[in-house]
C-alpha cells in the first residue's frame, strides 16, 4: 500500500519532456489504465485520440488559451493523448438524464484522466492534464464527430527534470464529519 500512496503523491505535472520515444508497451499499459476506469453504469463515454504527428500537435498547441503553462509540452512530447467524451451516455436512461447534473461525461473522463496520469507516472513517464484550450478548435482539428467533445489533452514522455510539489489543504480543512 505504501507504493500505492507514493504514486498518488509523487505524481506531479510534467511541462518539458525528453527527446525520447515511448515504448509501445508502456503507451499501452496507459491505454490499458483508463480502459479498467470506473464509469457511470460502466457506460465507458471515453473516445481516446493518440498523436503522434508533429503537424497535428503543432497545430493542436495554438489551441491553448494565452499563457497556458502547458503550451510547450504539447510540441515537445511524444505523444499527446486527447480524451474525448461521448454526450448523453453517462448519467443517461432512456435518453433522459437521471440526476440534477445532467450529463456526467466530464466526471467519468476525469476519472479516466486520472488512471492514465498514474500509469504513466508508474512507468517513470510525465503528464499534465490540459484543460485551458479552444475545444472547439481542437475538435475540428482532430475531426471529432458530432455528439462527441474534446474534454483533455494529455501531453505524455519522459521528464527532463523534477518538479516539486504545490501545496495541498491540509485533511482538516477540507473533510466534514457527519454534516458538512
Ligand atoms: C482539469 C484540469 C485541467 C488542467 N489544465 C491545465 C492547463 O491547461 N495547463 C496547465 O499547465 N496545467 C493544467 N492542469 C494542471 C494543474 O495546474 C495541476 O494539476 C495542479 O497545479 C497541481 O499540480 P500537480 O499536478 O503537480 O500536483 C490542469 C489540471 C486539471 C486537473
Not at 120 to 142: E, P, Q, R
Not at 159 to 174: D, G, L, N, Y
Request: with cysteine.
Amino acid at each position: 500500500m505504501s507504493d500505492f500512496m507514493e504514486i498518488i503523491k509523487g505524481r506531479r505535472s510534467i511541462r518539458r519532456y525528453q527527446d525520447r520515444e515511448i515504448p509501445e508497451e508502456d503507451l499501452n499499459q496507459v491505454l490499458e489504465a483508463i480502459r479498467w476506469s470506473p464509469s457511470w453504469g460502466n457506460t465507458q463515454c471515453w473516445e481516446v485520440i493518440v498523436i503522434k504527428d508533429s503537424v497535428i500537435k503543432q497545430n493542436l498547441q495554438e489551441t491553448l488559451s494565452a499563457g497556458n503553462a502547458a503550451t510547450k509540452a504539447i510540441g515537445e512530447a511524444p505523444v499527446v493523448i486527447t480524451l474525448c467524451g461521448k454526450l448523453e451516455s453517462a448519467g443517461y436512461k432512456k435518453g433522459q438524464a437521471t440526476t440534477k447534473f445532467g450529463d456526467w461525461f466530464m466526471f467519468d473522463l476525469g476519472i479516466a484522466t486520472q488512471n492514465l496520469c498514474l500509469a504513466a507516472y508508474n512507468l517513470n513517464l510525465g503528464t499534465v492534464i490540459v484543460g485551458l484550450f479552444d475545444h472547439d478548435k481542437a475538435k475540428d482539428i482532430l475531426k471529432v464527430p458530432e455528439g462527441y467533445e474534446v474534454v483533455a489533452l494529455v501531453p505524455l514522455g519522459y521528464p527532463t527534470q523534477e518538479v516539486s510539489a504545490p501545496s495541498r489543504r491540509e485533511i482538516a480543512e477540507f473533510v466534514h464529519y457527519d454534516t458538512f
